[in-house]
């Protein structure tokens, strides 16, 4: 896979965390020049833009530390010059950021015909 041009993180998770906790994430977010949309019980974050030296997992790594556990997954697509993009999805378990990674399989390539003709 080619270096990654574009990265998009995309996540809402169920959480259940206590106000003191809500303005660490908020404060954590703020100084890495982040949005996050939260509350005590979920989080919903979006990034997309350059990562290079992949400094939002190191944010979702911080933010599971906070958080601990929660329901749900952010998911993180990469997309590079050959046209076929690459995923991440990462999950919080117990204070640790955990990341399942995915690719598209695509099948074989067929002629469609008649689909979609308007009727005469």
């Given at each position: 896979m080619s270096k990654p041009e574009i990265i998009a993180y995309d996540g809402y998770l169920s959480i259940d965390i206590d106000?003191?906790?809500?303005?660490?994430?908020?404060?954590?977010?703020?100084?890495?020049?982040?949005?996050?949309?939260?509350d005590c019980s979920s989080l919903e974050f979006q990034y997309t833009g350059r990562d290079a030296n992949r400094w939002v997992v190191g944010f979702l790594r911080d933010l599971?530390?906070?958080?601990?556990?929660?329901?749900?997954?952010?998911?993180?697509t990469l997309h590079n010059d050959d046209g076929?993009?690459?995923?991440?999805?990462?999950?919080?378990?117990?204070?640790?950021?955990?990341?399942?990674?995915g690719e598209i399989t695509r099948g074989t390539v067929e002629v469609v015909s008649g689909a979609g003709d308007s009727p005469s």
């Open positions: 106000a003191r906790k809500v303005s660490e994430v908020e404060g954590r977010a703020k100084g890495q020049g982040l949005a996050v949309d939260v599971a530390s906070i958080v601990k556990d929660a329901d749900g997954e952010i998911t993180c076929d993009p690459a995923f991440e999805f990462y999950r919080f378990r117990g204070g640790t950021l955990l990341r399942q990674s």
